[in-house]
C-alpha cells in the first residue's frame, strides 16, 4: 500500500474507532458488538505496526482502558444495594433526625450518634466472603440485580483477596466504593469526562487485564448479606474493616449533636479539593445497629441514613437559545442552550430552566448571562441572570401555548390538594399520538429499571423510531432484524447481541412490568406496591375502564392522586392494547408471596395511638410477618388494633361487622 493510501485508511478507523467511542461512552449507545469492535482495534494496531510513520494520539495503543461489555453475567443481590435521600442544611437535618425520632416513638431531646463518612464519588461495588475467601464480586446495577465483575474487581491491590483473621465473618458481604484518586485520573483525562465515569468504564472491562492497568482503588463502608453479626455499632464495623485488611477512609468520625455536624460539614467541605478523592457530601448513619434495623427502609433509602450534600459547583455563561422537551408525561421542560462552559470538571452546553413559572420569576431571556450549578448526577440548572450583563434587545420569553411536538394544546393541572395550578404546562394529547411522548414512553420501557434492555440506549430508540420501525413498546418484540441491519454501524453481532437482550428482557416480574407501562405517578416504589396488593398478573391484565379502582385504597402509599392517574390510563383504548400485546410477548411472573410469617392471611388496621412505638413501626411489623394492613373497616378485615383515644366510628364500625378488637398487647402476643 502506497504511504498516502494506508494515511488515509488508518486515520478513517481512527475516526471510526472515536465515533464508537462516544457512542458508548457517552451517549450510552453502541451499535456495534464487543468483537466489532476489538476487530477495529485489532485492524487500527496492525497497520500501525506494519507503517511505523502511523501515529494518532487517539489509536487504542495510546489509550488505557477500551471499550467495556455490557453483556457480563447478572445476579441478584442477597440484600438489595439502596440509595441514600439527600439533606443539604440545617433544616433539613432536623427534619431528618424528627422523622427518626417519631419512628421509634422517642423523646424530642433524644440524642442520637451518628456514624459520619465522607461520600464518595465513585461506584459501589460488592464483595463476598465465604471462610475468608472473596468468591464474587457484583456491581449495584440496578440496586436489585448486580453484574458479576469479580475477576476485575480482583485486580484492586486495595481489595484483600483471602483474609486469615480468627474474627473475619464466615459469611459475609463487605460493600464499598470503587474510585480513582484525582492525580491518576489526570492521565485519563482525555477519554473520561470525570473521574467516577473513569472508575465505571474501567470496571467494566470485558478483559480484567485492561481494568489492571487503570489504578483503581477501593474504600470499605458497610456490609450487605452478614451471617451472625454480633457488631452492635457501624463505628466498631469500621475499625474491625481496617483491622481484617480494608482501606476505611480517614475522615470516618462519630459525633452527636446536630450542630456539631453542621460545623463538621463546613470544615470538611473547606478542604474537599485537597481530598485525594472526589466527595460530593457526608454521609450520617445512625451508630446504633440496632436501631438501624429497627428503622429499616423507605422506598429505596434507609430510613437511619442521610447524605449531606456539599454545595454545588457554579460558572456563568450565555444563553444562546431556550428548547422546550417534552417529557413522557408530557410535561414541557425548557431547557437553555448555553455557550459550552466547565462546571466543576464537566463541560456543560444544556441547562434546565424547570418551568414557565420559573423563567418568568427569574426573567430569564434567550441573549442573558446567567449562573449555572452542577451538583453530582443532577442536570445543571439556571440559577440567575446577570443583570449587569443584560443586552436591552433580550426579549422575553414566550413559553408556547401548543405543544411543539403534536401541536396539542398545553395546559397547567390543578392540584387538588395545594389548591393552586401546577407550574408545570403538559402536553394535552392521550396515549401514543404525539411522538416525544411515545418515544420517551418507549426510552422508559426499555430502561435499566424496567425491561433492562442493553443494546436499546436512548439513541438506538430515537433511531428505530426516525426508520419507522417502532410506534409502540410490543414493537421492540416484532423488530425485523433485517431491515436493523441494513442500517448504518449494525452488523452480524450486534443484531445477534441485540436479539439477545431482547429476549431476555422478556421474562419480568409483575412490579417491573406495572413500572415498565410509565404510567404518571407509578414509579418503582407504587408499582410493587400495586403488584404485592394484585399478586397475580391475571388480576392486573382484568384491569379495564370498569375496575373500582378505590379497592386500591387499601393500599398503604397509594392515594387519590395515583387513583386517578390509573383510572385515566386505564380509560384510554390504546393503552389497553399496549398492555394485552406485551402481556402475548412476555412472560409475566407473579408477584412471589411471602406467605411464611406469623400472621399471614390476617388483615389489621390500627385506631388510636400506641404505646412505646410507632404506628409506622407496628404496620411494618405487621408486614414483615406476611400479614396485611388495611385503611378501612370492611369485611376483609380480620383485627382492628385500639390504642388511646380511637376514631369511635371505625370501632363501632368494626364491632357491627364481628372483627376482632384487640390492644397493642394481644398483637404482641399473636407474634410471640
Ligand atoms: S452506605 C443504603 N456509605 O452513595 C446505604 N454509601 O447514594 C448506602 N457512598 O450507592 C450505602 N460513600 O455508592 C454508604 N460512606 C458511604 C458512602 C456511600 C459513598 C455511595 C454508594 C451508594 C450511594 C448512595
Redesign the pocket.
Known sequence: MEKKESEKLYLNKIKEINKHNKLYYSEDSPIISDKEYDELKKEILELESKYSFLNHKDSPSKKVGFKPSKNFKKQKHKVP????SNVFDKEDLINFEKKIKNYLNLKKDQLFEYSV????????ASLTYKDGVLILGLS?GD?TEGEVITENLKTISDIPKKINFKDFPKNVEI???VYIKKNDFEKLKNKFANPRNAASGSLRQKDSSETKKIPLKF?A??FGYFQNNNFSKQSDFLKSLKKWGFKT?KY?NTITKINDLIKNHNSVEEKRYELEYDVDGL?Y?INDLKLQNRLG?VGN??RW?A?HKFSAASSFSKILNIDIQVGRTGALTPVAKVEPVNIGGVVVSNATLHNEDEINKKDIRIGDVVKIERAGDVIPHVVTVDLSKRNEKNKKFKFPDKCPSCGSKVEKEFNNQTKKFDAVKRCSSEGYTCEKIAIEKIKHFVSKEALNIDGLGKKVVEKLWEKNFIRYPQDIFRLDYDKIKSLDGWGQQSIMNLKYSINSSKKISLNKFIYALGIRHIGQENAKLISKHLQKKQNFLKINNNFDFKTFLNIDGIGEIQISSLKKFFSINENLNVVKELSNYLIIENEANNVSGKLRNYSFMITGKLNGISRAEVKTIIEKNSGKILSSVSKKLNYIIVGDNPTTKKVTQAKALGTKIIDQNELMRLLN
Open positions: 444495594m439502596l440509595s441514600l463518612e465522607p461520600k464518595i464519588d465513585g461506584i459501589s449495584r440496586g460493600r464499598g466504593e474504600i463502608y458497610t477512609s470516618n454521609v448513619k427502609f433509602a434507609p441514613a447524605a
